[in-house]
C-alpha cells in the first residue's frame, strides 16, 4: 500500500530515535558532571570539531552551526570566556572578527566528556547502520511490488 510504513523500518526507526534522545540525556549528564552546561559543552565541540580543521570558529559561524541567534552565542562565548574555556584571536585580515579557540581548561573538559561518550558513539553509529539496511531492504521490496 503506498504511504505504509513496513513495520520493521517503523522499529528501527523508533529504536534510534530512542537511542537519539538517550545520547543527548547522557551528552548533558557528562557535560554537567566536568561543569559545563549542555549549550556550553555543544560551544566548545563546535569550536573544536571546525569543519575545516582548524580548531577555530567565529561567533557567525557558530550561530549558524548551533543554529541560535547571534547574540545569544555571543553571551554564551562571554561566558566560556569568563569561565577560562575559550579564548579570542582577533582576525589578522578583519579588525571587527575574533576567531575563538579552546584554552587548555576547554580542552581538557572536553576531552572527558568526549571520552566518556564513546560507548553511546558507537552504539548510534551501530544503530545508524541497522536503520539504512532496513530502509534500503524496504526501497527493494516496494519497488519489486510496483
Do not use: W
Not at 513495520?7 to 559545563?36: K, N, P, W
Not at 541560535?68 to 571587527?96: F, K
Request: glycine share 6%; proline share 3%.
Amino acid at each position: 500500500m503506498p504511504g505504509s510504513i513496513e513495520t520493521a523500518a517503523a522499529i528501527h526507526a523508533a529504536a534510534f530515535r530512542s537511542a537519539l534522545r538517550s545520547f543527548l540525556r547522557t551528552s548533558e549528564r557528562l557535560a554537567r558532571a566536568e561543569g559545563l552546561t549542555p549549550q556550553r559543552h555543544l560551544l566548545l565541540l563546535q569550536i573544536k570539531g571546525a569543519p575545516d580543521g582548524s580548531e577555530q570558529a567565529t561567533v557567525t559561524e557558530l550561530a549558524e552551526r548551533m543554529q541560535l541567534a547571534q547574540s545569544t552565542v555571543t553571551e554564551l562565548v562571554s561566558r566560556a570566556e569568563e569561565a577560562g574555556l575559550v579564548e579570542r584571536e582577533p582576525s589578522e585580515s578583519d579588525g571587527r572578527v575574533a576567531h575563538l579557540r579552546l584554552t587548555r581548561e576547554g580542552e581538557r573538559r572536553l576531552v572527558r566528556v568526549f571520552d566518556a561518550h564513546e560507548g553511546e558513539r558507537r552504539v548510534l553509529r551501530r544503530m545508524l547502520a541497522e536503520l539504512e539496511e532496513t530502509e534500503q531492504a524496504s526501497r527493494r521490496r516496494r519497488s519489486v511490488a510496483r
